[in-house]
């Protein structure tokens, strides 16, 4: 009698748990992995082509580790919307000074670069 007492009680905490949450009762799921230095992921990818042959880096930063290299010419999948960039350290690159810098991934390889050193933000169909 015990044992069906306590499984009707952990039934009703559970839907009581649903109810209160809006949705389905999970056990800690955990979330992405929160980055200060990366902007949100969207399902979005924005077609970034640069202008002269750049450095991808890990921070936003001209002396940060160099993760890869985006040629000229060639596109990687950014994922910022705004067509600003994030501020980061300033820099005078491909005939401009600025300090805005965009996050894009290039085949395995993700890390920001200078937002002048890429053409326009283009929307991937």
């Known amino acids: 009698m015990r044992m069906r007492t306590l499984a009707a009680a952990g039934i009703t905490g559970a839907a ?7 949705g389905v009762a999970t ?12 902007t949100s992921v969207t399902a ?21 580790t160099v993760n890869g290299t985006l040629p000229k010419g060639k596109s990687g999948c950014g994922d910022d919307d ?6 980061g350290q300033s820099y005078r690159l491909c005939g401009k ?20 050193c890429t053409t326009q933000w283009n929307p991937r169909p």
Not at 27 to 38: C, E, K, L, S
Not at 45 to 63: F, Q, S
Not at 105 to 113: A, C, D, E, H, P
């Open 16 to 22: 009581l748990i649903t109810t209160l949450s809006g």
């Open 27 to 38: 056990a800690g799921t955990p979330g992405p992995a929160q980055n200060a230095d990366v």
């Open 44 to 64: 979005s990818c924005y077609k970034l082509t640069a202008r002269e042959t750049v450095n991808i880096r890990a921070h936003r930063k001209l002396n940060a």
């Open 82 to 87: 705004t067509g600003t960039g994030l501020e």
């Open 97 to 116: 000074s600025n300090n805005s810098w965009v996050h894009l991934t290039y085949g395995r390889v993700s890390g920001w670069i200078p937002a002048y």
